[in-house]
């Protein structure tokens, strides 16, 4: 049992060049941040445990064992940011739950993103027991400054 983010894409070529981008310059949470929880994520893959029937080639994501810890959200990210570069301004969680983004600030439905994807953690994201009150400013400076780094490569792979 587990779950699955993924960003939905409409157009076939603009998923095959994120899906050859995300495989050179996408970095798992354990190269870049603390290590805060067990090890929970696989991907960035078109082909997540519960995306949409018949159409893993319009995904790419991730799969997961559990919220709660920073990787979760960090991924969460990696999917808002692949939306925000393609256009597409969703994610889907689990195949079916559409999570809609938007650059209005303080929005929260949708979720108020970025030029770049990010949004900070929220409380509900990553529980206590790994992830302590005094990383979670350090952790959203991580995920900002990944995001930004992806920009810039995304940008320039053309």
Known sequence: MGYSIMTFFEDEAVHVKMLKFLDSEYRP????????????ERGPTHDVAYGP???SWRVIGFDFVCGGVIE??????ICQWMAVMTGEMQILYDGEDVQKLTHKKGSKDPISVTKDG???????????MFFGS???????????????????????YG
């Open 72 to 77: 979760v959200a960090y991924v969460y990210r």
């Open 118 to 128: 990010f949004s900070l953690v929220r409380d509900y994201e990553c529980a206590y």
């Open 29 to 40: 949470w354990e190269k870049i941040g603390k290590k805060e929880g067990i090890p929970t």
């Open 53 to 55: 029937d018949d159409q």
């Open 134 to 156: 005094g990383q979670r400013g350090k952790n959203d400076v991580i995920i900002k400054q990944e995001l930004q780094r992806l920009t810039k490569g995304w940008k320039a």
